[in-house]
């Protein structure tokens, strides 16, 4: 009698594991007996071994006074069932008994790893842009739905694992993410601005829109964790009355409006056109500019040059030297000299400044200024020299510190020696 009862019963200990490939929830029993056929199957004994793989969740319900009681392991896990090495035992109170008398609780495995994918097809449903609401065009939606049960007691809290079908959960999400998908499929032409007829074309962007709302209230309402949602297909009745003649309107509106940025691209282009036609014509002018302002210092220049010639006309500025009526007076003359060098220095160098200019199309700094002194040589002015030449003369005998120069901005002719900038040029005297 007392083998029999143990044969009913299960046996003194069982291996509680799950072998099936393919399952969201699975509920053990022991496996020389089908599910249901014992009254006590959810008798757990001493010594039993509990098996649990990776990416597997063992849930053990039992009943106390304060309600129904979950205690989980998560796989992998592979050990007797005892007290010293069993976590739950120590919320099992007063159902565990060491020997042979077991205690009550069923065991439910949670696949945790699986992927289920749920494929979905929205049969046409009428769509309607705002800016056209008198056209209501049929639209139809395919895709497919992943999900895993990564928080599995959100998922518990959601379902009870007795009653639980896989088919079911399958339809009520399908339900479910049937009425997300219509509604906003129904506000992308409003929302996006996206034209009715082109819906299909926007597949991307109404996927990506879809998969943000789905994720959130799929946590909320079953407790499963979306892990991807593909949308295969838009599809837009096109053979419907109401396709037809909203693409007729919006086809003529189109018209019109590539018609209206034709206009708006050649009205850009004209714009263009003057603005580099005034820049080029600012561009001639400031060179033109240049070239006057060169030719009015050329004028200035031999202008200046001729009056300078004229300053000894009728006897002007003349000194007779011994009677012969012939007039030399130096410092005009060196004055005619030093002006008319001066000129002709600005002519050049404004020449040179309005070439460089014209060539690189940017603005040459003048020349650095160099100091020139004319030295009398027996009563006739010779040079200017700059000061090395001053040096190499001084070395040769043509030139010491008494000889007589003259360079732009002195009044008289003076003594070498009393110009600081010469002063360098003389050896030390001793």
Same mark, same amino acid.
């Given at each position: 009698?007392?083998?029999?009862?143990?044969?009913?019963?299960?046996?003194?200990?069982?291996?509680?594991?799950?072998?099936?490939?393919?399952?969201?929830?699975?509920?053990?029993? !022991?496996?020389?007996?089908?599910?249901?056929?014992?009254? &006590?199957?959810? +008798?757990?004994?001493?010594?039993?071994?509990?098996?649990?793989?990776?990416?597997?969740?063992?849930?053990?319900?039992?009943?106390?006074?304060?309600?129904?009681?979950?205690?989980?392991?998560?796989?992998?896990?592979?050990?007797?069932?005892?007290?010293?090495?069993?976590?739950?035992?120590?919320?099992?109170?007063?159902?565990?008994?060491?020997?042979?008398?077991?205690?009550?609780?069923?065991?439910?495995?949670?696949?945790?790893?699986?992927?289920?994918?749920?494929?979905?097809?929205?049969?046409?449903?009428?769509?309607?842009?705002?800016?056209?609401?008198?056209?209501?065009?049929?639209?139809?939606?395919?895709?497919?739905?992943?999900?895993?049960?990564?928080?599995?007691?959100?998922?518990?809290?959601?379902?009870?694992?007795? *009653?639980?079908?896989?088919?079911?959960?399958? *339809?009520?999400?399908?339900?479910?993410?049937?009425?997300?998908?219509?509604?906003?499929?129904?506000? +992308?032409?409003?929302?996006?601005?996206?034209?009715?007829? +082109?819906?299909?074309?926007?597949?991307?962007?109404?996927?990506?829109?879809?998969?943000?709302?789905?994720?959130? &209230?799929?946590?909320?309402?079953?407790?499963?964790?979306?892990?991807?949602?593909?949308?295969?297909?838009?599809?837009?009745?096109?053979?419907?009355?109401?396709?037809?003649?909203?693409?007729?309107?919006?086809?003529?509106?189109?018209?019109?409006?590539?018609?209206?940025?034709?206009?708006?691209?050649?009205?850009?282009?004209?714009?263009?056109?003057?603005?580099?036609?005034?820049?080029?014509?600012?561009?001639?002018?400031?060179?033109?500019?240049?070239?006057?302002?060169?030719?009015?210092?050329?004028?200035?220049?031999?202008?200046?040059?001729?009056?300078?010639?004229?300053?000894?006309?009728?006897?002007?500025?003349?000194?007779?030297?011994?009677?012969?009526?012939?007039?030399?007076?130096?410092?005009?003359?060196?004055?005619?000299?030093?002006?008319?060098?001066?000129?002709?220095?600005?002519?050049?160098?404004?020449?040179?400044?309005?070439?460089?200019?014209?060539?690189?199309?940017?603005?040459?700094?003048?020349?650095?200024?160099?100091?020139?002194?004319?030295?009398?040589?027996?009563?006739?002015?010779?040079? !200017?020299?700059?000061?090395?030449?001053?040096?190499?003369?001084?070395?040769?005998?043509?030139?010491?510190?008494?000889?007589?120069?003259?360079?732009?901005?002195?009044?008289?002719?003076?003594?070498?020696?009393?110009?600081?900038?010469?002063?360098?040029?003389?050896?030390?005297?001793?």
């Amino acid at each position: 009698m007392g083998i029999f009862n143990k044969l009913k019963t299960g046996g003194m200990a069982d291996v509680i594991r799950c072998d099936e490939s393919n399952y969201l929830v699975w509920k053990w029993h !022991p496996t020389k007996y089908e599910q249901g056929a014992l009254k &006590r199957e959810t +008798a757990i004994r001493t010594n039993s071994i509990l098996r649990v793989k990776t990416g597997e969740v063992a849930v053990f319900v039992y009943k106390q006074k304060n309600g129904t009681m979950h205690d989980y392991i998560v796989g992998p896990y592979d050990e007797k069932i005892r007290t010293k090495n069993f976590p739950i035992l120590s919320s099992i109170i007063g159902l565990w008994y060491e020997g042979d008398t077991p205690f009550q609780a069923e065991v439910y495995f949670i696949n945790i790893a699986e992927a289920i994918q749920i494929r979905f097809g929205i049969p046409y449903f009428d769509v309607i842009d705002s800016r056209f609401p008198d056209f209501q065009v049929p639209v139809a939606v395919r895709g497919t739905l992943t999900f895993k049960l990564e928080d599995y007691k959100a998922f518990l809290k959601y379902h009870q694992l007795i *009653n639980f079908s896989l088919d079911d959960l399958k *339809n009520k999400i399908s339900a479910a993410l049937t009425r997300y998908i219509k509604e906003i499929v129904t506000n +992308a032409p409003s929302e996006h601005n996206i034209p009715l007829i +082109a819906l299909e074309s926007k597949i991307d962007l109404i996927n990506e829109k879809v998969e943000i709302y789905v994720k959130d &209230r799929l946590i909320d309402l079953f407790g499963v964790s979306v892990t991807g949602l593909d949308l295969s297909a838009i599809e837009v009745d096109k053979e419907s009355e109401a396709y037809v003649e909203l693409k007729r309107v919006t086809k003529d509106i189109t018209a019109s409006k590539i018609e209206t940025d034709l206009l708006n691209y050649q009205e850009e282009l004209r714009i263009r056109r003057e603005e580099t036609q005034y820049a080029q014509r600012m561009s001639t002018r400031q060179t033109n500019i240049g070239a006057y302002q060169t030719q009015v210092g050329g004028e200035v220049g031999v202008a200046g040059a001729e009056a300078l010639g004229r300053m000894g006309e009728k006897g002007a500025g003349n000194i007779d030297l011994g009677g012969q009526g012939a007039g030399f007076n130096p410092v005009t003359i060196m004055a005619g000299m030093a002006v008319g060098s001066a000129v002709g220095k600005n002519i050049s160098e404004t020449l040179d400044q309005s070439l460089n200019q014209n060539r690189t199309g940017q603005v040459v700094p003048p020349i650095i200024p160099v100091t020139k002194y004319y030295v009398a040589k027996e009563g006739k002015p010779t040079g !200017p020299y700059d000061l090395n030449t001053l040096k190499n003369m001084l070395t040769t005998g043509d030139f010491d510190s008494g000889s007589l120069v003259w360079k732009e901005g002195m009044s008289e002719w003076q003594k070498a020696g009393m110009q600081n900038e010469l002063s360098g040029i003389f050896p030390p005297k001793i």
